[in-house]
Nanobody, 119 residues
Framework: QVQLVESGGGSVQAGGSLRLSCAAS????????MAWFRQAPGKEREGVAA???????SYADSVKGRFTISQDNAKNTLYLQMNSLKPEDTGMYYC?????????????WGQGTQVTVSS
């Protein structure tokens, strides 16, 4: 059974930084890709950053140059470094392990961690 537990959310002022962590337990097959999503109040969940099947990182246009996804395989932990935060980055952030081909319809999700950015 795969479990994903996020941490590191909080409240910051615009321009600040946060680092989110996602601790994974259980076996995650190599056919699964790790990703970060977020959901703002009243909006649909959107992809923020992800590792593709070839190991390369991809980002939503809205966070390019500000966010960095990384992982420590020895610690089974996924990270999201968020710099130059903006109020529009506010939302619940979710870690996910998704089948690289199938996508969001097959995989595992964490419970989320709240990020609030004030102006």
């Amino acid at each position: 059974q795969v479990q994903l537990v996020e941490s590191g959310g909080g409240s910051v002022q615009a321009g600040g930084s946060l680092r989110l962590s996602c601790a994974a337990s259980g076996h995650i097959y190599s056919s699964y890709c790790m990703a970060w999503f977020r959901q703002a109040p009243g909006k649909e969940r959107e992809g923020v950053a992800a590792f593709d099947s070839d190991g390369s990182a991809s980002y939503a246009d809205s966070v390019k140059g500000r966010f960095t996804i990384s992982q420590d395989n020895a610690k089974n932990t996924l990270y999201l470094q968020m710099n130059s935060l903006k109020p529009e980055d506010t939302g619940m952030y979710y870690c996910a392990a998704l089948h690289c081909t199938v996508g969001i319809d097959q995989g595992y999700w964490g419970q989320g961690t709240q990020v609030t950015v004030s102006s």
